[in-house]
């Protein structure tokens, strides 16, 4: 395999606007160097009225750059190492397989609505610490930011609602373990407000973050996942009896189908880097759906192959705005297959709904065929 050519550095979006970045060790390179920016709140501002909303979004992880960021992530970051994420295994496993207990005497089923989807949400409220009775609410508000996200030029009020109720029951749970605190990473939040490390927004905005961007990746990734596999039969039924092991498989499903499709990063200052100019204040869109299928990093990219370099997807990202959360969701991706695997039959898909969008994109709808998978 030769070098990314250099013309991957200079395309453009239709529109002009976006530096498009589509191989894969420029994707690596350019989302891990210090003078490429995260800039969310510049891209959504335009959408945002609400002074609340817009400065949680100032303050937020996904926004902040620089010694800030560098600081806030080092106050959790033990929260998000691959052990501490081992605490998400056990819920995950119980309700994947509460979920097919319901599902496995119906001949069919929608995995987006009735299994991915109240799947991860139950994993993540639990890992961040909200009460059962919440879960349903916090779920809907996720969804309503989910769906208005995919065309915000016309749904950004509704984007904007779905926000301030999670920052609203995020201040609400904060408070509440001032008072009673728990093992969980909530309590974690109150503590650092309480000793002055954490403003209480910055504290609001992790936990709106993670709640966000811990489930909507996550839910859409798993839909992806079990569409693609699908259509690897022989690795389905390996793996239902525990002749492959999800963790290879969830990596490779990852790169082929991510659920990330493309980041938008700002320039924050100027640079050259292999004789391409980059400008203070150019915007760059990160394709990781081109960078993951790269035809000089990858042999046939587009299938599913366990002897590729599972290091090599840039699905999470790269440099300092790596996903905090890719370890939960790596547990929660490897617990829902296994136990889809173990319980059913190869399905067919009766109905596909593709989703849209260039940044998170999972089905709208998936019907699969449900059969029990018979003992051995």
Not at 43 to 51: N, Y
Not at 114 to 133: K, N
Request: include cysteine.
């Amino acid at each position: 395999m030769g070098t990314t050519p250099l013309a991957s550095l200079t395309k453009r979006t239709d529109d002009g606007f976006f530096r498009l970045i589509d191989g894969q060790r420029e994707a690596s390179h350019l989302l891990g160097e210090p003078r490429v920016h995260a800039a969310l709140a510049d891209f959504l501002r335009p959408f945002l009225t609400d002074p609340t909303a817009r400065r949680a979004i100032e303050e937020s992880l996904l926004n902040l750059n620089g010694p800030e960021h560098r600081r806030q992530r080092g106050l959790i970051a033990k929260e998000f190492t691959p052990r501490a994420a081992e605490r998400v295994r056990p819920i995950s496993h119980d309700t994947a397989h509460h979920l097919l207990d319901e599902l496995i005497n119906r001949a069919e089923c929608d995995v987006v609505g009735e299994f991915s989807w109240p799947y991860v949400t139950a994993g993540i409220c639990d890992f961040v610490g909200f009460d059962i009775e919440d879960v349903d609410a916090i779920s809907a508000s996720i969804h309503q930011i989910a769906t208005a996200s995919e065309s915000l030029g016309t749904r950004g009020p509704e984007f904007e609602a779905g926000l301030i109720r999670l920052l609203d029951f995020s201040t609400t749970a904060l408070a509440a373990r001032r008072d009673r605190p728990r093992n969980d990473f909530l309590s974690t939040l109150a503590q650092l407000v309480a000793d002055g490390s954490l403003t209480e927004m910055s504290a609001v905005s992790l936990s709106t973050g993670l709640l966000s961007a811990g489930h909507e990746p996550t839910s859409k990734q798993l839909s992806n996942s079990i569409e693609v596999l699908v259509g690897y039969p022989d690795l389905w039924e390996a793996m239902g009896a525990g002749e492959v092991a999800a963790k290879p498989v969830v990596e490779e499903l990852l790169r082929v189908r991510s659920a990330n499709r493309g980041v938008h990063r700002r320039i924050a200052e100027d640079f050259e880097w292999r004789g391409a100019q980059f400008t203070q204040g150019e915007w760059l869109r990160v394709d990781i759906d081109a960078a993951n299928h790269d035809p000089t990093r990858f042999d046939d990219p587009s299938e599913v192959n366990l002897e590729t370099n599972p290091a090599a997807h840039v699905s999470f990202g790269r440099g300092a705005h790596i996903c905090l959360g890719a370890a939960v969701a790596r547990v929660q991706l490897q617990e829902a297959l296994t136990a889809v695997t173990q319980r059913l039959e190869v399905p067919e898909i009766l109905e596909f709904v593709p989703g849209t969008g260039e940044g998170l994109v999972g089905p709208r709808l998936l019907r699969i065929s449900v059969r029990s998978r018979r003992p051995a």
